[in-house]
């Protein structure tokens, strides 16, 4: 179905006057809707597999050091340090300008901005494969974390505006999974292509095939006006409370569940005897299963469950903690928990995605809210695995159960005050 334009609708932030009456509009391409208008009668799922894989390859370049750090760190001559800030630099920038990138993509649009990030990280891929030192590497980290933020922020406000209402939690709650599958896929093939092609073979492939994705994203996406951003107000600090509050949730779940596969290996190594080989393979796979955890809740919604009611499914995390760092606890008990909180990790997080345009005051907040909540699991992801290390550090690993327990009861404490938001119509896109 073609869209018909409507008169003076633009993407958010742009400061063009409306169209004079009898203008003419450039189309765009069918599928498309944006905020002011309905929601297109089918949704474009070919468009929205583009997006999520521009998100699969920002997340695989964000996992990109994990199979190659040890080489990395021994040509460069990197401490243990350097290397995890190098590791950890892309998050950090997300912790510290989620929420300005969010203003950002509004701005400039959702399609030029996600066009924009990942040419950012193909091109600061690029120039660490020609880095000597340690200030090289760290420098194009921040330039690729600029560009993970706008790619993170301008992808699922792409898919919102993409699917149609039935639709959407479905949508992005697969979105949900793309850091799962993006690290997941890196971790894989870079343990194999890095050893047949060095580190900076590596590093290189992966900035060419994220330059490749930028290019498809280009091609495919809609232009004219589907590059311009969408018509509505500014959204002031009052309608971005509910946002704040997924934030919250999300921060919070990210604290407690990612430092839990983080920390994996060294726990199956130090407690359970495990080789490195072996933790890192067992690793890989229960991280992975954090992407079944988000389609678990596309699923679940499309069949009308009430977000109060899957916010409750967080606190399964609990139990599974006790059953990683029990006093008692077996290898198998460990890999269990460690399965079931993957797989909390990759539910929560989707379930945030998923109910953000449900809390919105309009559609065409999309933006800014995905900025609060990109900001809030970014300083989540960047602060847990530090802390939980000083816990593991001081009183050892059992005494990761209360916090566990009291971040994730927090957590779902606030989702659960979301969902009566969530519950009531939908947000206005007038």
Same mark, same amino acid.
């Given at each position: ?137 760290? @420098? =194009?980290?921040? &330039? ?5 933020? +706008? %790619? #993170? !922020?301008?992808?699922?406000? *792409?898919?919102?505006? $993409? ?80 946002? @704040? =509050?997924?934030? &919250? ?5 990210? +604290? %407690? #569940? !990612?430092?839990?596969?983080? *920390?994996?290996?060294? $726990? ?81 997080? =989707? ?8 809390? +919105? ?70």
């Amino acid at each position: 179905m073609n869209r018909q334009p409507t008169p003076g609708a633009s993407e958010p932030g742009t400061s063009e006057p409306d169209s004079e009456p009898g203008a003419s509009e450039p189309d765009s391409e069918p599928g498309i809707s944006e905020p002011g208008e309905k929601s297109p009668q089918r949704t474009p799922w070919v468009l929205i597999a583009i997006v999520y894989l521009g998100g699969v390859a920002a997340a695989m370049s964000l996992g990109k050091f994990a199979s190659v750090g040890p080489a990395v760190a021994g040509e460069l001559g990197l401490s243990l340090s350097e290397l995890g800030w190098v590791i950890s630099a892309v998050v950090g920038v997300g912790a510290a300008v989620g929420l300005p990138a969010g203003y950002l993509v509004r701005r400039f649009g959702t399609e030029r901005s996600l066009i924009t990030g990942l040419v950012l990280i193909a091109a600061a891929s690029a120039a660490s494969v020609w880095a000597g030192d340690f200030g090289w590497l760290l @420098a =194009a980290r921040g &330039v690729e974390g600029t560009g993970y933020v +706008l %790619v #993170t !922020i301008a992808c699922p406000a *792409l898919i919102l505006r $993409l699917a149609n209402e039935r639709d959407r939690g479905t949508a992005l709650s697969i979105w949900a999974t793309f850091v799962a599958v993006g690290i997941g896929v890196s971790t894989l093939g870079g343990g194999v292509l890095g050893s047949a092609l060095g580190w900076r073979g590596w590093i290189g492939l992966i900035a060419a095939l994220t330059l490749a994705m930028a290019l498809v994203v280009w091609v495919r996406l809609p232009r004219g006006s589907g590059r311009q951003a969408a018509a509505g107000p500014v959204p002031r600090a009052g309608a971005l409370k509910w946002p @704040a =509050a997924l934030a &919250v949730a999300f921060c919070l779940g990210a +604290l %407690v #569940t !990612i430092p839990v596969i983080v *920390l994996l290996p060294t $726990l199956l190594i130090e407690e359970y005897g495990r080789t490195a080989t072996a933790a890192g393979a067992v690793t890989s796979v229960i991280s992975l299963l954090s992407a079944l955890g988000g389609l678990a809740v596309g699923v679940l919604l499309r069949r009308g469950t009430p977000v109060r009611v899957l916010a409750l499914v967080g606190l399964l995390t609990v139990p599974a903690a006790w059953l990683m760092y029990g006093g008692a606890a077996s290898l198998t008990a460990a890999q269990v928990g460690a399965a079931i909180i993957s797989m909390e990790n990759g539910f929560l997080g =989707a379930l945030v995605f998923a109910a953000l345009p449900m809390v +919105l005051d309009r559609l065409d907040h999309a933006d800014v809210g995905n900025g609060v909540v990109a900001q809030a699991g970014s300083l989540g992801s960047l602060l847990g695995p530090p802390m939980f290390g000083l816990v593991v550090a001081g009183p050892g690993f059992q005494a990761l159960v209360p916090v566990i327990a009291v971040g994730m009861v927090a957590a779902v404490g606030a989702l659960l005050l979301v969902g009566g938001r969530a519950a009531r119509p939908s947000p206005s896109t007038d």
